[in-house]
């Protein structure tokens, strides 16, 4: 959109909103601190949305009508208090009693519907990853900037202390010059199946609005998802029309957390992804096992991803047979000269090691991400947010250009690529390690299978993609009319 296009839109959202009775005052004095709130899709992460935010909340918002019946009532009768039920996000933004948004949609929409809140002169809480391609998130990054609005990313291991105090730890050098970071996502990943024929929408499910900006396709998905939900619900994450795989899904919040170690603040300049979607074939087409190298020049950052189990025996009991990595499934390994730390996915605990690997130091405590938020609502500063949209911005984007390097790649099999990284001996035992869980899965990797990924190298100030013109355009999505995400410059 640019401005005229925005223009059009605001006009018409008015139009959309004079239809919608703002929330009377008495019921308003109930609401804490006057600070009021929506909640943007909440079939998922966005229940916690609703938990967090509940005192503030004047209305619901999500595209699919059962979603969101069933949320305002379960909203009263939790809390006693009725919320506005409100099935287009557009109807939301020029109501002058909404203050600020929350939202959980899935990653196609992150961007968009954030950008035009912000616009419309509110702050906004968004999921992670803030994007699904890395134009869109540099884009609400300027957005946040230009319209001085408070935009925080629902990374919350960002308010967490133990993390915080291990990574000042860290980075004041107590275990010497850090040597690399390793994020790992070993996470149970089943199959998600596939059909014949296209998934039937129901028509209280608003299907144009919620592909958004993403192509509108049919669906070969059951009717089913893989956590037992109507489709199209969760099963977008492995679509790369509309989600990033596990490494933007569960993998972007170890991501941030080895790039917060790291202290790196741009994107990297190399890429290079090895994997595939294996074990199974199914309707997905995202990587659910993974190896990629992001060269930053100080240090490597590598995040591996794995969505089978130990073994193909182990397929029998999916969720508490996954691998582990120095004691890390969900986590991250950060080596330096002197020792190394581990931070786990429950975020409150970290520990660090000695080189021999006895424990010498360990931190606990968690946070609140939500409050944290508010806060800064409250102050008007920027720097009072834990996980500022920039952060954001930059942790999504290195799940964005791993993934990337994956769609562009060509199947090779597992001597020729040991072969082609023989040079690099940590790049070297990752992909080693992840050979010989496949084989323990008895995928073979003998015939070309694994997917090398394009090497990408990236100009880290222009977020441009410089040796691959195919590469560099799909830092933009094509985004469908009416829903093209703004371009703020």
């Not at 998922?44 to 009532?73: P, T, Y």
């Not at 330096?336 to 786990?344: M, N, Q, R």
């Not at 405590?365 to 102050?379: E, Q």
Request: glycine share 8%.
């Amino acid at each position: 959109m640019q401005k005229q296009s925005r223009r059009t839109f605001l006009k018409t959202a008015t139009a959309a909103a004079a239809a919608y009775s703002v929330l009377p005052g008495s019921a308003r004095a109930d609401v804490n601190s006057q600070i009021r709130m929506a909640v943007v899709g909440f079939n998922g992460r966005g229940g916690s949305h609703i938990e967090g935010f509940n005192e503030h909340l004047v209305a619901l918002c999500d595209c699919d009508a059962k979603v969101l019946h069933r949320g305002a009532e379960k909203f009263e009768k939790q809390y006693g208090r009725k919320l506005d039920q409100v099935q287009d996000f557009r109807r939301l933004l020029e109501r002058k009693d909404i203050d600020a948004i929350s939202i959980a949609t899935p990653n196609h929409t992150h961007s968009l519907i954030a950008i035009l809140a912000v616009q419309a002169g509110k702050d906004v809480y968004v999921e992670k990853p803030i994007s699904q391609r890395v134009w869109e998130g540099r884009q609400l990054a300027h957005a946040a900037e230009r319209y001085q609005k408070l935009v925080q990313c629902g990374t919350q291991s960002r308010s967490n202390r133990a993390i915080q105090e291990a990574v000042k730890y860290v980075r004041e050098g107590h275990l010497g010059k850090i040597q690399y970071a390793i994020g790992t996502c070993y996470k149970p990943r089943k199959s998600i199946g596939k059909s014949s024929t296209p998934l039937v929408i129901p028509k209280d499910f608003d299907y144009d609005l919620w592909c958004g900006p993403a192509a509108k396709v049919d669906l070969y998905r059951p009717a089913k998802n893989s956590v037992g939900d109507y489709n199209p619900h969760y099963d977008w994450h492995w679509d790369y029309n509309t989600g990033n795989g596990d490494m933007g899904n569960q993998g972007i919040h170890q991501m941030d957390i080895a790039r917060w170690f790291l202290g790196e603040t741009t994107l990297s300049p190399r890429i290079l992804s090895f994997g595939g979607r294996l074990g199974y074939d199914d309707a997905g087409n995202t990587a659910n096992t993974q190896v990629v190298l992001h060269s930053y020049a100080k240090a490597p950052l590598i995040f591996e991803t794995r969505g089978l189990p130990k073994s193909k025996a182990a397929q029998a009991n999916w969720g508490s047979s996954m691998d582990n990595y120095r004691g890390s499934r969900v986590g991250v390994v950060v080596q330096c000269e002197g020792g190394y730390v581990v931070s786990t996915g429950s975020y409150d605990s970290v520990k660090a090691f000695s080189p021999e690997g006895e424990e010498i130091k360990s931190w606990k405590g968690g946070g609140d991400h939500f409050k944290n938020f508010l806060t800064a609502v409250r102050s008007r500063k920027r720097s009072d947010l834990n996980a500022d949209v920039v952060e954001g911005h930059l942790s999504s984007a290195l799940c964005h250009t791993g993934g990337i390097s994956h769609q562009l790649g060509e199947p090779q099999t597992a001597k020729d690529i040991l072969k082609s990284v023989e040079h690099d001996p940590l790049l070297k035992d990752s992909i080693e390690r992840m050979f010989a869980h496949l084989r323990a899965n008895e995928v073979d990797i003998d015939k070309p299978a694994v997917v090398v990924g394009a090497p990408l190298e990236m100009d880290p100030a222009k977020e441009r993609i410089t040796n691959n013109t195919v590469a560099d355009d799909m830092l933009r999505r094509h985004d469908r009319k009416p829903f093209e995400v703004p371009q703020i410059a």
